[in-house]
C-alpha cells in the first residue's frame, strides 16, 4: 500500500474532524438564496445585539463573528419596501437579528439550562423564573430565525436625533407579558407604534409572534425545513 505524504495525512485529518463536527452545515459562504441586508438596503440600522455582551446571555454569543445582516433575499427585499414606506415620515427600520445559526440557539439552551446564571435577570427577566424559559416559549432548541427569513426589528427615527427607537413599551428580548404585542398596560403612543410596526410587517408577509412584539417570520419563506448554521460572517 501506498504511504500518505505528511500534508496529505493532515488534510484528510481535517476532513474528518469536519465531517464529525457537522461542518458541512456550518461553512463560511453563505447557501444560494441568502444575502447581506446592506447589500439590498444600507440605510437599514442593524445593531447586532448578540455580537455583543449587550443581550440576555451577558456574553457574545456563538456563531456571531462580525455584526453583519444575513437573511434569505425574499425576506430582504420585503425589509427594503418597508423602509421605503418609512421613509418619507422620517422614520426607518432597526435590525436587532435576522438570520442565527443553530450553533447560536444552542448557545441560548445551555445558558438557559444553567439556572444559576442570572446576572442579566434585572435587566431581561426580571419577573420569569429561568427555569421557565422553555415552558413559556422564550427559548426553544429550534428557532425560525435559523431558517433565515425571521427578523427582530423596531421603528427608529431618521431625524432630530438619528436614530433614536420609537417607545414600544418594553425593550428588545425584554421576556415578560410587556413584550406580548397585545399586552394592554401600554399608552397610546406606545400602542399605536407596536400597530404600526404590525402593520407594515403584515402588509409585505410577515407574521408576528404573540410573545414578542419585535419578532416577524416571512409567511412565504424559501426554506421551511432547513435550519441552517453557517456563522454570521
Known amino acids: 500500500m501506498k504511504r500518505l505524504t505528511a500534508s496529505t495525512a493532515i488534510i484528510l485529518w481535517v476532513l474528518l474532524i469536519q465531517s464529525a463536527a457537522g461542518v458541512v452545515a456550518g ?4 447557501p444560494d438564496g441568502f444575502v447581506y441586508l446592506s447589500d439590498i438596503d444600507a440605510g437599514i ?9 449587550y443581550n ?3 456574553q457574545p454569543v456563538r ?15 420585503a425589509l427594503k419596501k418597508i423602509q421605503e414606506e418609512l421613509k418619507p415620515f422620517g422614520l426607518g427600520l432597526k435590525v436587532f437579528d435576522a438570520y442565527r445559526p443553530q450553533q447560536a440557539v444552542d448557545h441560548f439552551v445551555a445558558w438557559a439550562k444553567d439556572i444559576d446564571d442570572t446576572r442579566m435577570k ?10 421557565n424559559l422553555f415552558r413559556d416559549g422564550y ?13 427582530d426589528l423596531t421603528i427608529i427615527s431618521l431625524v432630530n436625533p438619528p436614530h433614536v427607537a420609537l417607545d414600544m413599551g418594553s425593550g428588545f428580548d ?8 397585545d399586552h394592554q398596560n401600554l399608552t397610546p403612543a406606545q400602542r399605536s407604534h407596536r400597530m404600526l410596526l404590525q402593520t407594515l410587517m403584515k402588509k409585505h408577509g410577515f407574521e408576528p409572534y404573540d410573545k414578542e412584539w419585535w419578532h416577524f417570520r416571512l409567511i412565504d419563506e424559501p426554506f421551511p425545513a432547513t435550519w441552517f448554521n453557517f456563522p454570521v460572517q
Request: glycine share 6%; net charge positive.
Open 27 to 30: 461553512t463560511s459562504n453563505m
Open 45 to 53: 440600522a442593524v445593531e447586532l445585539r448578540y455580537c455583543t455582551s
Open 56 to 58: 440576555f446571555l451577558g
Open 63 to 77: 456563531g456571531y463573528l462580525a455584526p453583519k445582516c444575513i437573511l434569505t433575499r425574499p425576506a430582504a427585499l
Open 122 to 131: 434585572q435587566a431581561y427577566y426580571p419577573n420569569v423564573e429561568k427555569q
Open 139 to 151: 427559548i426553544a432548541a429550534k428557532s425560525a430565525h435559523s431558517r433565515g427569513s425571521t427578523v
Open 174 to 181: 425584554f421576556f415578560g407579558p410587556e413584550s406580548w404585542p
